[in-house]
């Protein structure tokens, strides 16, 4: 399937690849790049790596194991170095039930019953959508999840946006967030759990600063307010993630002189759906949407 290419009449672009789960590649503003690859655009077509905008569904992050039997060999499960499943079963996907573009705006869909494979790992029927709508400054990506099959579908996706640092040096940029409440997680990154399954959570944060010497990889709740704003300043401008209800969680990473962050709004922890807790519920017939928005100024 053919890469979408999204432009406005100011010189904004947006690139989307249906064929890699309809990850958003690049989006350009002020004819400089926003987003961060791993590595070239070719080899990362070819390798089940995270960069750009990917979509984790229909979990976040990882899973503290395999669902069900069905899963041995499943072609679509990536695993981290431990072998739990991470980062759901899309990051390569491209058979969707529909792809459309008017404008400035591209959408997916996914009728998730008409594929085997995808019901064998998550046997929820339902209609997944996809939209990005791009503007002269912002971007904005919504996920809506149409409970059509007759059953409950269990809520627990996520975003991973990979954000270039301005100049890609992280001296260059300072981090501004709400004041989070920190998730404890163990050694393979995976929430700790009390006694009576709630998650353990450590001293509310307030990440204010420079990225220069600092490293992430942290689960957060954000507060109860709408809608939560997150910014990467740099010398020359700066950039905004807004997101509200209904993302309860983000997962912030930023490996220590690294030339990106990645700010990941999450409908619940990670884990979530493997502890079968702490995540919404859509009952049949109901409809689930949610959407973020990142600026520029």
Same mark, same amino acid.
């Given at each position: 399937?053919?890469?979408?290419?999204?432009?406005?009449?100011?010189?904004?672009?947006?690139?989307?690849?249906?064929?890699?789960?309809?990850?958003?590649?690049?989006?350009?503003?002020? $004819?400089?790049?926003?987003?961060?690859?791993?590595?070239?655009?070719?080899?990362?077509? %070819?390798?089940?790596?995270?960069?750009?905008?990917?979509?984790?569904?229909?979990?976040?992050?990882?899973?503290?194991?395999?669902?069900?039997?069905?899963?041995?060999?499943?072609?679509?499960?990536?695993?981290?170095?431990?072998?739990?499943?991470?980062?759901?079963?899309?990051?390569?996907?491209?058979?969707?039930?529909?792809?459309?573009?008017?404008?400035?705006?591209? %959408?997916?869909?996914?009728?998730?019953?008409?594929?085997?494979?995808?019901?064998?790992?998550?046997?929820?029927?339902?209609?997944?959508?996809?939209?990005?709508?791009?503007?002269?400054?912002?971007?904005?990506?919504?996920?809506?999840?149409?409970?059509?099959?007759?059953?409950?579908?269990?809520?627990?996706?996520?975003?991973?946006?990979?954000?270039?640092?301005?100049?890609?040096?992280?001296?260059?940029?300072?981090?501004?967030?709400?004041?989070?409440?920190?998730?404890?997680?163990?050694?393979?990154?995976l929430p700790v759990r009390a006694d009576d399954g709630a998650l353990v959570l450590d001293a509310t944060k307030c990440l204010d600063?420079?990225?220069?010497?600092?490293?992430?990889?942290?689960?957060?709740?954000?507060?109860?307010?709408?809608?939560?704003?997150?910014?990467?300043?740099?010398?020359?401008?700066?950039?905004?993630?807004?997101? $509200?209800?209904?993302? %309860?969680?983000?997962?912030?990473?930023?490996?220590?002189?690294?030339?990106?962050?990645?700010?990941?709004?999450?409908?619940?922890? $990670?884990?979530?759906?493997?502890?079968?807790?702490?995540?919404?519920v859509l009952e049949a017939g109901d409809t689930f949407s949610a959407f973020f928005e990142m600026s520029v100024a």
């Amino acid at each position: 399937m053919s890469d979408i290419h999204l432009n406005t009449p100011g010189g904004s672009s947006a690139l989307i690849a249906p064929d890699c789960g309809f990850c958003c590649l690049s989006w350009v503003v002020d $004819g400089v790049e926003r987003l961060h690859l791993p590595e070239d655009s070719a080899a990362f077509r %070819r390798d089940v790596k995270t960069g750009g905008i990917p979509l984790l569904y229909p979990y976040a992050n990882r899973l503290r194991g395999d669902l069900s039997d069905h899963w041995s060999g499943a072609s679509l499960v990536k695993r981290d170095e431990n072998g739990l499943p991470i980062h759901g079963f899309l990051l390569r996907f491209s058979d969707w039930t529909d792809v459309a573009v008017e404008g400035a705006t591209a %959408r997916a869909t996914l009728e998730w019953a008409d594929h085997d494979d995808l019901m064998s790992l998550f046997p929820h029927p339902h209609r997944l959508e996809i939209s990005y709508e791009l503007f002269e400054t912002s971007l904005r990506v919504t996920t809506t999840v149409v409970a059509d099959g007759g059953a409950v579908v269990p809520i627990s996706f996520g975003w991973h946006p990979y954000f270039a640092l301005n100049g890609g040096l992280p001296s260059k940029v300072r981090l501004g967030t709400p004041s989070l409440e920190h998730v404890r997680l163990d050694a393979r990154c995976l929430p700790v759990r009390a006694d009576d399954g709630a998650l353990v959570l450590d001293a509310t944060k307030c990440l204010d600063g420079e990225l220069v010497h600092r490293e992430f990889d942290d689960l957060f709740i954000r507060p109860e307010v709408s809608p939560s704003k997150f910014t990467l300043g740099g010398s020359d401008d700066s950039l905004t993630l807004s997101f $509200g209800t209904p993302w %309860r969680c983000l997962q912030i990473y930023h490996p220590e002189g690294s030339d990106y962050i990645a700010i990941e709004p999450m409908t619940g922890p $990670g884990a979530a759906l493997s502890d079968g807790r702490d995540h919404p519920v859509l009952e049949a017939g109901d409809t689930f949407s949610a959407f973020f928005e990142m600026s520029v100024a």
